[in-house]
């Protein structure tokens, strides 16, 4: 199974941008990476994920290298309510159709005012 | 559209005790999965249903846990006897199949054993 590493925590200044940086250097090129979010009491949140290219949606945007070895993960506008651990997680292909998702501990990013 | 529903919210037992937790996936997911996430770490998936069938249960305690999903919809983890070890929140997901898409998660069971 691919590993991801993480930093254990950032803090980020609320209205800023915040760049959540995530390493996964054995991954395989049918391997997809994953991005989630807890926030606390609450289970976690899907954010976005991707294969190769760059993806952007209404919550994040994912920006994979070109070889693929890491990804950054970036919230435009971060705000208070952004205040979560996030989880950069590679997709591993199990039997048939079922994937699994194996999460590590993430990031601790504090967004500060 | 409604989430994953898991009952109860918070449960406390005394170890060798027995505990059941309850989940009602979003309807229409194929896949439904249980984790347990201990105090500080990531959730770890403990089995994984496609159906009313297991995909996945290498992580599952056997010997304690077990796990069913009747009529492919609902879905009931137990724990007996418990151990003081397995206080943890249990979080039930669910996806609409198990191939590459996102997972939906319930608000979990936070199981206190004393």
């Known amino acids: 199974d691919a590993k991801t590493t993480q930093p254990t925590s950032m803090d980020c200044a609320e209205g800023r941008a915040a760049n959540l940086p995530c390493n996964h250097s054995?991954?395989?090129?049918?391997?997809?990476v994953y991005w989630y979010r807890q926030i606390h009491s609450q289970g976690p949140q899907y954010i976005i994920h991707?294969?190769?290219n760059n993806e952007t949606n209404e919550m994040a945007s994912l920006i994979i290298t070109e070889d693929r070895k890491s990804s950054t993960l970036i919230l435009p506008h971060a705000t208070l309510r952004d205040t979560a651990v996030y989880y950069c997680i590679v997709r591993v292909q199990t039997t048939g159709t079922a994937s699994k998702l194996t999460f590590g501990t993430g990031t601790r990013l504090q967004v500060t005012l | 559209e409604a989430g994953v529903a898991q009952s109860p919210r918070y449960k406390i037992i005394e170890k060798r005790q027995s505990v059941a937790f309850w989940c009602n996936p979003i309807?229409?997911?194929?896949?439904l999965y249980w984790y347990q996430q201990i105090l500080g770490q990531g959730p770890k998936l403990l089995i994984q249903?496609?159906?009313?069938?297991?995909?996945?249960d290498s992580q599952l305690p056997k010997d304690r846990f077990s796990a069913e999903r009747l009529k492919g919809v609902d879905s009931t983890l137990k724990i007996q006897p418990a151990k003081l070890e397995d206080s943890a929140v249990y979080l039930c997901?669910?996806?609409?199949?198990?191939?590459?898409?996102?997972?939906?998660f319930g608000s979990g069971t936070q199981l206190s054993v004393l």
């Open positions: 054995t991954i395989s090129g049918n391997e997809y």
């Open positions: 249903f496609q159906n009313n069938g297991v995909v996945d």
């Open positions: 309807s229409g997911h194929a896949t």
């Open positions: 997901a669910s996806s609409f199949t198990g191939g590459a898409e996102k997972l939906f």
């Open positions: 991707g294969l190769k």
